[in-house]
């Protein structure tokens, strides 16, 4: 039986009651489906920097930020006020074709993809300003884009519980037809509900917004939720990752062999969902995601002495590891809602934004979380001599680093007594608040490509999320 099929899947619209969208979009939707997901990337760069009031950016450009973020470090406030003449303004020649990989200056490692997400790498190319500008939070305020409180998750999705169970019996249909009793054990473990489904719900609320029709949001949303998850299994074999939420990750459980055959099954298994909806563009974007996810693996953040140019690096690594999959669930529902150019680069924008401030919390969370609440101990990516952004910005500071920490500044792994002292070396320098700044930064630019979507109740959730991303302690 093919995969996610025969579940009782209804085709009404998202949003019941709410008349449908997509026929007044029709005109404006056609001009989009023409363009690829390559060209629809590639003609945003930073010139998508939001004008006007309530605008909130984060920019890599602006100097002033940047000292704000050393005072965070000591200690002092995060300042967010904007160079007088540099405020959101677009750096030169950043319009069509103007982020191909060689003329930004991306490393070698995006040269030759010629697909999206120009937006996800873009800002980190320094062709055209100086490395001491690569770091800047602009942050405008209005009651519009202003921090929602933070609320816990479940409440937060409440509006989409029935997509949400559609979107469960999917994967549990793709467990089940699997057929063999091993693989549907590893994938029972692995699509067993207990991460946070993020991709499918935003999938979801987009989808409610716009009134796409529910069977083939809810194929979608389950497609982007089998792909993170074989990207996790296949992470966790590469991190040598002992422990996924809490319980032993495939390869520890089982064997290695068995993690990489089940993760190639639900690559195929993404495949297959996203077949489903007939729509070539959903697939390229698909292929295009996997392989910016891919390249990213092939970034190895270490340092040199410069901060900044491992700041970069660490950047470009979580925007294709990370962002580009929740962008993913944005650029795909967009084509399902036949939204406008405008609107599928907003919601682009929000995507890759939130993964942005997403992955910098988690990040943050691996150093100044509880392992009770994260799921996974704290202090993994220390032990295994990862630079994060917590500890670049500790290296940033005017502190001579001890040995714990120059050591992993040459990318060694730590001991168990190692990792304690760097924890409590970073959580009292102030550079976890820098991440944290970093993160909010990211926070505030989702917030603000919001603003840019029709306004409706879903929206509103989604707002909630980009709260959630960075305020949560899980």
Known sequence: MPVGGGVGITGDRASAGQPSRRRARAGRGARSRGRSHAQLHRTAGVRRAVRGPGAAHFDFRHRDVQAGGRAARNGGSHSTRAVADRDGRPLPGTYPNAWSPQRTGLPAAYRGCGRGHSKCVGILALRHHDAKR??????????????????????ILAPIQTGQAQVEAVLARCV????????????????????????????????????????????LAAGTEVLHSATLVHDDIVDEADSRRGEPSIHAAWSTKVAVLAGDYLFA???????????????????????????????????NGDPEATRRQYLEKIS??????????????????????????????????????FQVTDDVLDIAGVTQETGKPVGGDLRAGLLTLPVV????????????????????????????????????????????????GFADQARAALTRLPSDSAIDTLADLVTYATDRHT
Request: hydrophobic share 45%; glycine share 8%.
């Open 269 to 303: 298994s993404a495949a297959d969902l996203v077949a489903r909806l007939n729509r070539p563009r959903i697939v390229r974007q698909f292929a295009d995601t996997i392989h910016v996810m891919s390249r990213s693996e092939f970034v190895f953040p270490s340092f």
């Open 134 to 155: 690569t770091r800047a939070i602009s942050v405008r305020s209005s009651a519009v884009t202003d921090r929602r409180p933070l609320r816990d998750l479940a409440e």
């Open 320 to 357: 294709g590891k990370t962002a580009a999959l929740i962008a993913l669930a944005c650029d795909a529902t967009g084509v399902l809602a036949d939204a406008s150019d405008d609107e599928a680069q907003a919601l682009h924008d929000f995507g890759w934004a939130l993964g942005m401030a």
């Open 393 to 440: 910005e500790y290296l940033d500071g005017p502190v001579s680093p001890p040995l714990v920490m120059r050591r992993l500044a040459d990318g060694e792994g730590l001991s168990e007594a190692e990792t304690a002292e760097a924890i409590e070396t970073l959580r009292a320098s102030g550079a976890v608040d820098a991440a944290r700044a970093v993160a909010g």
């Open 176 to 219: 089940t037809d699997s057929q063999l009793p091993i693989l549907q054990n590893v994938l029972a473990s692995v699509l067993g509900g207990s991460g946070k489904r993020l991709r499918p719900a935003i999938a979801l609320l987009i989808g409610q917004a716009y009134g796409v029709d529910r069977k083939e949001v809810v194929l």
